[in-house]
Nanobody, 116 residues
Framework: VQLQASGGGLVQAGGSLRLSCVAS????????VTWYRQAPGKQRELVAS???????NVADSVKGRFTISRTNIRNTAYLQMNSLKPEDTAVYYC???????????WGQGTQVTVSS
């Protein structure tokens, strides 16, 4: 499975960004997509995940501001980030876990910087 993450950038506090993660090489509906983030000097943190059937889970730290979704026919998962805060600044990674094999794959990461 190959993953291509995009959509990061520089935004002011209170702004919005939408990250995309395009997967190839496997049947997308069999993939659980998870967004992680890692800020400088901090451990990687789970942000949100979504199953092939659309069941989602969002970390408490971003609940009410971030939404994860997917479009299986486009092999794409999204992370809509609203009301961004400086503490959301991090490199965001998408992770794919193939449900039948358990194999995991990582995208290259996309930088999100939120200025105050």
């Amino acid at each position: 499975v190959q993953l291509q993450a995009s959509g990061g950038g520089l935004v002011q506090a209170g702004g919005s960004l939408r990250l995309s993660c395009v997967a190839s090489g496997s049947i997308f509906r069999n993939i659980v997509v998870t967004w992680y983030r890692q800020a400088p000097g901090k451990q990687r943190e789970l942000v949100a995940s979504i199953t092939g059937a659309g069941r989602s889970n969002v970390a408490d730290s971003v609940k009410g501001r971030f939404t994860i979704s997917r479009t299986n026919i486009r092999n794409t998962a999204y992370l809509q980030m609203n009301s961004l805060k400086p503490e959301d600044t991090a490199v965001y990674y998408c992770n794919a876990r193939v449900t039948d094999s358990g194999s995991e794959y990582w995208g290259q990461g996309t930088q999100v910087t939120v200025s105050s």
